[in-house]
């Protein structure tokens, strides 16, 4: 039992370094994009999604205050917050990124480049530091104190195949709503005309991240639901970026 759960924690985690990779390998060889468009994309989220997105959820969420009772207290609020805080920051560090990193850049090349970094950070963080953690603490590793490391033990113990599947789709889905929005983000950066995408950009991330938002207040309980939104999602923003470059260029 312990050695398939392993192999199961090992082929996620492989996963998660081995995916965005192979994107980032395809694409450079693919256009011949620097690596710097790709970093860029990985620079922003941790700077604007890891850092000032968590600020704000530190005071909005993690104090015990009049807004973070309200806010936690109604599944609608709750929902809006969180969905509209991820849209708000991400896009805007996108825009930041394709305005001062890229300034430059202006093929369509860079626009995809920069999702698969975005999207690609935030797999190896999420879902691969995650795995690689839970790997450590069966292995007898400290990661923290001694509770906190049996707990992560004991929950590594009841992951499964489905389990790591679904993991495993939810960031496929993640990666095609990046890079959508970042070909979105990188029309309305390039063209005054076309700046109104950046609005709807924060609203499509937005309306991907309810479906989660829900699951995580326990407001939907189906998981399948949850990710073929997200799926769904994904392939609107793949199509409406892809078409935003199109007419861009036109």
């Not at 999207?119 to 839970?134: F, N, R």
Request: glycine share 8%; net charge positive.
């Amino acid at each position: 039992m312990i050695i398939g759960n392993n192999v199961v924690l090992i082929v996620t985690f492989i996963f998660a370094i081995a995916f965005p990779a192979a994107l980032l390998i395809w694409w450079k060889k693919h256009t011949g994009e620097s690596i710097w468009s790709f970093a860029a994309g990985a620079i922003c989220f941790v700077l604007f999604a890891m850092v000032l997105e968590n600020l704000l959820h530190q005071v909005c969420l993690g104090q015990n205050n009049a807004i973070s009772a309200k806010i936690l207290a109604s599944p609608v609020l709750y929902t809006l917050y969180t969905a509209f805080a991820a849209g708000i920051f991400e896009e805007t560090g996108r825009l930041f990124g394709f305005k001062v990193l890229l300034r430059r850049k202006n093929d369509y090349s860079c626009a995809v480049a920069y999702g698969i970094g975005h999207g690609g950070i935030e797999v190896i963080l999420i879902l691969g530091v995650s795995y690689l953690t839970m790997l450590l603490a069966i292995a007898g590793v400290n990661v923290g104190d001694a509770a906190t490391t049996a707990l992560i033990a004991a929950n590594a113990q009841s992951i499964t195949m489905a389990g790591a599947g679904i993991a495993m789709f939810e960031r496929i889905s993640a990666m095609m709503i990046h890079v959508g929005l970042s070909m979105l983000v990188f029309t309305a950066a390039r063209s005054r005309k076309s700046f109104w995408l950046y609005p709807v950009a924060i609203v499509l991330h937005a309306i991907a991240d309810v479906p989660a938002a829900l699951y995580q207040y326990k407001a939907v309980s189906s998981l399948a639901m949850v990710e073929g939104g997200a799926f769904a999602i994904g392939l609107i923003c793949l199509l409406a970026g892809i078409r935003a470059l199109r007419r861009g260029e036109a």
